[in-house]
């Protein structure tokens, strides 16, 4: 049984940090594509960011970049997400997710994903 179990998430105040991490099961984890992805209330899911099964190559949405970094340790079957100068608009339940997805445009499509964890809440106060 696949699982993914988001940690780190809480209540931190504009221009914070948070690192989350994502603690997989059940899977070959070094094989899958892992992803972020987080929705605020009222609000769509929206992408993150993601991280290629060697860990060679990240990709992010452009509201995180240069703030937030993913990586990802294969012998800890583990992926973390470094967010750094949080705005209150990065509040939301943030997702990771686990998925065959190779290409650049797939990678930041939700439907490409075949796992997820039940997501950590990250509020940030302004």
């Known amino acids: 049984q696949v699982q993914l179990v988001e940690s780190g998430g809480g209540l931190v105040q504009a221009g914070g940090s948070l690192r989350l991490s994502c603690a997989a099961s059940g899977l070959t984890f070094s094989t899958y594509t892992m992803g972020w992805f987080r929705q605020a209330p009222g609000k769509e899911r929206e992408f993150v960011t993601a991280?290629?099964?060697?860990?060679?190559?990240?990709h992010y949405a452009d509201s995180v970049k240069g703030r937030f970094t993913i990586s990802r340790d294969n012998a800890k079957n583990t992926v973390y997400l470094e967010m750094n100068s949080l705005k209150p608009e990065d509040t939301a339940v943030y997702h990771c997710?686990?998925?065959?997805?190779?290409?650049?445009?797939?990678?930041?499509?939700?439907?490409?994903?075949?796992?997820w964890g039940q997501g950590t809440q990250v509020t940030v106060s302004s």
């Open positions: 991280i290629s099964w060697s860990g060679g190559s990240t």
């Open positions: 997710a686990a998925g065959y997805a190779r290409s650049s445009l797939r990678i930041r499509q939700g439907d490409a994903y075949n796992y």
